[in-house]
């Protein structure tokens, strides 16, 4: 999932611009879940593709002529995450950038 997130990050953010790569431990009701994020300065989500954003072969329509990958990537993580028992999801706006994250749970 991080190099998905990575490469999405590098691919759509502009050149001279900073990833951020984050990860920490965080508890919720029930157990410990590990967290990461990855967030970059590229053009953002707009929020009407945000709940489509993980489905298989969608790709955000880009007006810089950015060119996608398959459209599988994010689709592959959140199935993978889901299995594991974990979450993934994103936090974006149009022209703040995206943060791209998911949690797993943590054996005691």
Do not use: C
């Amino acid at each position: 999932m991080l190099v998905n997130f990575l490469s999405n990050a590098i691919r759509y953010s502009p050149e001279q611009t900073t990833i951020t790569i984050s990860a920490g431990v965080m508890m919720s009701e029930s157990h410990r879940l590990v967290r990461f994020s990855v967030r970059d300065q590229g053009p953002g989500i707009d929020a009407r593709y945000k709940d489509r954003i993980f489905d298989k072969f969608f790709q955000v329509p880009q007006a810089n002529g950015v060119k996608g990958g398959t459209g599988l990537g994010l689709a592959i993580s959140k199935e993978f995450i889901n299995a594991q028992g974990g979450l993934i999801w994103v936090e974006s706006e149009l022209g703040e950038g995206s943060t791209f994250s998911f949690t797993l749970p943590v054996s005691s």
